[in-house]
């Protein structure tokens, strides 16, 4: 069975930093583009980084872009979301998400996200930046 388990969550002061872990087994990772969506409290779930199969493409949501950095290690089948300049707004569960289908440009398109939009999910971790 594939599964994801991410790691790393907690409470951090705004401007703080923390870094997300996500491993994934069952599947053969090093072939699967990896992807980090959020859901925000009340709120829908948000696509904010992607990365190629490889690692060399990475990609980022505006509301991201400049403060979170993705990348992977293939070699320990590890995901992985650098986050840096923290603010309240970025308070959510975070789940990493993979799927076979090509949703990179859906997803820089804008497009909503849902729960079908990929295969395989984490359990979600939680991250909370108080105001």
């Known amino acids: 069975d594939v599964q994801l388990a991410e790691s790393g969550g907690g409470v951090v002061q705004p401007g703080g930093s923390l870094r997300l872990s996500c491993v994934g087994t069952?599947?053969?990772?090093?072939?699967?583009?990896m992807y980090w969506v959020r859901q925000a409290p009340g709120k829908g779930l948000e696509w904010i980084s992607a990365i190629n199969s490889g690692g060399h493409s990475t990609f980022y949501s505006d509301s991201v872009k400049g403060r979170f950095t993705i990348s992977r290690d293939n070699y320990k089948n590890t995901l992985y979301l650098q986050m840096n300049s923290l603010e309240p707004e970025d308070t959510a569960v975070y789940y990493c998400a993979t799927t076979p289908q090509k949703m990179i440009s859906y997803l820089l398109g804008g497009g909503p996200v849902s729960r079908d939009d990929f295969i395989h999910w984490g359990q979600g971790i939680q991250v909370t930046v108080p105001s």
């Open positions: 069952g599947f053969t990772f090093s072939d699967n583009w």
